[in-house]
Nanobody
């Protein structure tokens, strides 16, 4: 069974930066990579970025140029470096594998507000 533990969220002023981390455990060998999602205050779950083993990464247009995803294959961790944060980046951030599993961690809250 998969297990995800996200960390690194917090409150930040618009324009600020945060770094999120996620530790994954379980049978990860069959998955192609890892991804970050966020649940908006309105309850919508959005895909933010994903990275495939070997390094290819893709981002949703709203975060391109501001967020950077990276993965450590050995440690089974995935990180999300966020800069130029905007109020619309507020939400609970979750990590998952690619393709997405039905298991979700508790997430980490990111609040961008003045």
């Amino acid at each position: 069974q998969l297990h995800f533990a996200e960390s690194g969220g917090g409150w930040v002023l618009p324009g600020g930066s945060l770094s999120l981390s996620c530790a994954a455990s379980g049978n990860l060998d069959k998955f192609w990579g890892m991804a970050w999602y966020r649940r908006t205050p309105g309850g919508q779950l959005e895909s933010i970025a994903y990275i495939i083993r070997g390094g290819n990464a893709e981002y949703v247009d709203a975060v391109k140029g501001r967020f950077a995803i990276s993965m450590d294959d050995v440690a089974n961790t995935v990180s999300l470096q966020m800069s130029g944060l905007k109020p619309e980046d507020t939400g609970v951030y979750f990590c998952n594998v690619v393709p997405t599993s039905e298991t979700w961690g508790p997430g980490t809250q990111v609040t961008v507000s003045s």
